[in-house]
C-alpha cells in the first residue's frame, strides 16, 4: 500500500513525489512516456518572475516566482544560473517610464542577495546594443536564472528515488478505481506487462492529459479546467557575443526572448496559440516560425532568416483555464481540485497551470492540501535541501570548474564545461575511476562517451537515444544522424526496448 500515487513525470509530478518522500510518506509515480517529455523539457528555459504578468495584476504569482529564483539557484547551482536580461526601448510600445516602473517592482516583490538590480543602458555606446538595430538607444538590464528544464525533472525524480519513491517511467495508468480508503489503479508498462497498485491518495500531475485522468475517476462535473496553449521555439545558429539575454517587446503586447544557448546557439521563443490534441502531431507552424524570425529581425542589425534555423521545437502549457479572452494574458497560476467527495472517498488532487519556477512552493501547497489524510506527515523540508550534483555554493560555480579542471585536466575544456553544468558534484559518478578518454569507452560523438550513457542508464531513467540526447542532454544538436543511430543501438538502450 502506497500513501500517494502519482500520475505525471513532468516537473509539478515530481516535485510533489520528491517533497513527499522526504516528509516520510511512500510514493509511487507513474509516467506514461519519459520524465519531461512533454511540458517540461519544451519551456524557455527560464527561472523568472514573469515580468509581463505585473500588467495583469498577477502580483502573487511574480512575488512567489521572484522568491523562489535564488532559493532554487541555491538548490540547483549547477543546472540554474543567473542571467541578464537586455530590454531595449521602442517607440510606440511600452514608454521607458512605464518599464522603469515594472522593473523597480521586479527588484523589489521580493527579497534578494544572488542576483544584481536593474541598470539603464545606453545601447550606442554599450556591448549589449552593438547586435540591435541603430535606432534603438536606450534600455534597460534586469536578472533572471536560466534552467536546464529537463534536468530539473530528472534530478527531482532522482533525488525522489534515493530518497524511497518508485519511479515508473513509460508506465500508463490504463484504470482508476476508488473506495473509502484507498485507490486502485491499473500501471501498464509499454512491454503491455500490468501491476496492481493501491494507495492512500492520487495526485493527477498529468498536465495536458489532466482531465483525461480525471475522467478515468468520474470527475466529469469538475467546474474547473485546463486551456491548451502551444508555445513553440526556434535555434539558431548564434546571433551575437556575449552571455547576455535581449527581451524584445511585439506590436501585440507580447514579448519574445533571445537567449544564449548550448554555447553556439541562439534561442528564440515564444509563441502563444490554442491548440486542441485534435490537431495532431505537435510543432511549430510556419506562422509561428515566422513570427519569430520577423519579431527578432525588427530589434537585431541583420534579419532573423528560416536559413538561420537549426532546429525547432513546441509544447503545450496545460494552463488553467480562467476564460482569458487571448491566449497571451491566460494566467500562468496554478489551481488545485481536491476532490474527496465529502471526505467519504480517498482522496484525489488535481492540478491545473503552474509554471516551471514555481513547482516547489506548488509541491509544498499539493502536500499541505494533503496532509489531513496522513496524520504523520512531516514538515516542508525541500527549500534548504540541494538537487543531486548541486551540493557546493551558487557563488562559487568558477572556483569548482577549476578545481575540475585540475583534477581532469585529460578531459577537453568544453566537455568537461558541459559535464559540470549538468552533473555538478556527481561528475565523479560519471566518470568514476577514469584516468584517459580511452577510458570512459566508446565515443558516440560530441564529447558523448559510454561511461555518461552508462550513468544516465543506470542512474537517471533513460532508455531511448531521444531520452539521452535531447532531455537528459542537448547533444543532439550536434551529433549526426549516423552517430544518434549508432547509440539507439548501445547494448543497454536496445535491452531496454527488448530488442536486444
Not at 532554487?72 to 514608454?95: N, Q, T, Y
Request: aromatic share 10%.
Amino acid at each position: 500500500m502506497f500513501d500517494l500515487l502519482i500520475i505525471g513525470g513532468g516537473i509539478n509530478g515530481v516535485g510533489i513525489a520528491r517533497d513527499a518522500v522526504g516528509r516520510g510518506l511512500k510514493v509511487v509515480l507513474c509516467e506514461q512516456n519519459d520524465l519531461a517529455s512533454s511540458t517540461s523539457s519544451a519551456s524557455s528555459k527560464l527561472i523568472h518572475g514573469g515580468l509581463r504578468y505585473l500588467e495583469t495584476y498577477e502580483f502573487r504569482l511574480v512575488r512567489e516566482a521572484l522568491g523562489e529564483r535564488e532559493t532554487l539557484l541555491r538548490m540547483a547551482p549547477h543546472i540554474i544560473w543567473p542571467l541578464r536580461f537586455v530590454l531595449p526601448i521602442d517607440k510606440g510600445l511600452r514608454p521607458a517610464w512605464l518599464i522603469r516602473l515594472g522593473l523597480f517592482l521586479y527588484d523589489h516583490l521580493a527579497k534578494r542577495s544572488l542576483l544584481p538590480g536593474i541598470k539603464t543602458l545606453n545601447l550606442r555606446t554599450c556591448q549589449q546594443g552593438k547586435p540591435l538595430n541603430e535606432r534603438l538607444s536606450k534600455g534597460f538590464e534586469y536578472a533572471d536564472c536560466w534552467v536546464d528544464d529537463a534536468r530539473l525533472v530528472v534530478l527531482n525524480a532522482v533525488d525522489a528515488a534515493e530518497n524511497g519513491a518508485e519511479i515508473l517511467t513509460r508506465t500508463t495508468c490504463s484504470a482508476l478505481s476508488r473506495s473509502e480508503t484507498y485507490w486502485t489503479a491499473a500501471l501498464t508498462t509499454a512491454e503491455g506487462t500490468t501491476r496492481e497498485v493501491k494507495a492512500k491518495a492520487l495526485v493527477n500531475a498529468a498536465g495536458p492529459w489532466v482531465e483525461d485522468i480525471q475522467g478515468k475517476f468520474g470527475r466529469l462535473s469538475n467546474s474547473r479546467g485546463v486551456r491548451l496553449i502551444k508555445g513553440s521555439h526556434i535555434v539558431t545558429k548564434k546571433l551575437y557575443e556575449g552571455e547576455h539575454a535581449y527581451i524584445f517587446q511585439s506590436p501585440d503586447k507580447r514579448v519574445i526572448f533571445a537567449i544564449p544557448y548550448e554555447h553556439n546557439y541562439t534561442l528564440i521563443g515564444t509563441t502563444d496559440q490554442e491548440w486542441s490534441f485534435e490537431e495532431g502531431e505537435l510543432k511549430i507552424s510556419p506562422e509561428e516560425t515566422e513570427y519569430l524570425c520577423s519579431t527578432a529581425s525588427q530589434y537585431f542589425k541583420l534579419p532573423v532568416t528560416q536559413d538561420d534555423i537549426v532546429w525547432s521545437y513546441a509544447g503545450v502549457r496545460p494552463l488553467y483555464d480562467d476564460k482569458s479572452s487571448s491566449a497571451s494574458v491566460v494566467t500562468r497560476d496554478y489551481v488545485f481540485d481536491l476532490d474527496a467527495a465529502n471526505d467519504t472517498l480517498a482522496p484525489a488532487l488535481s492540478i491545473f497551470g503552474g509554471k516551471i519556477t514555481t513547482y516547489r512552493r506548488l509541491a509544498e501547497e499539493a502536500l499541505h492540501k494533503l496532509a489531513p489524510y496522513f496524520t504523520a506527515i512531516g514538515p516542508a523540508w525541500t527549500a534548504e535541501k540541494a538537487l543531486p550534483g548541486g551540493n557546493f555554493p551558487a557563488d562559487k560555480v568558477g572556483a569548482f570548474y577549476d578545481s575540475l579542471c585540475a583534477q581532469y585536466a585529460w578531459i577537453p575544456a568544453a566537455q568537461l564545461h558541459r559535464m559540470m553544468q549538468a552533473y555538478g558534484t556527481r561528475i565523479h559518478d560519471v566518470i568514476g575511476k577514469a584516468t584517459s578518454l580511452d577510458d570512459l569507452g566508446h565515443h558516440f560523438g560530441a564529447g558523448l562517451y559510454e561511461a555518461e550513457v552508462h550513468y544516465l542508464y543506470t542512474h537517471e531513467f533513460a532508455r531511448t537515444a531521444d531520452d539521452i540526447l535531447w532531455r537528459r542532454t542537448k547533444l543532439g544538436l550536434r551529433l549526426s544522424a549516423h552517430e544518434q543511430a549508432k547509440l539507439e543501438t548501445w547494448p543497454a538502450l536496445r535491452h531496454a526496448r527488448g530488442t536486444g
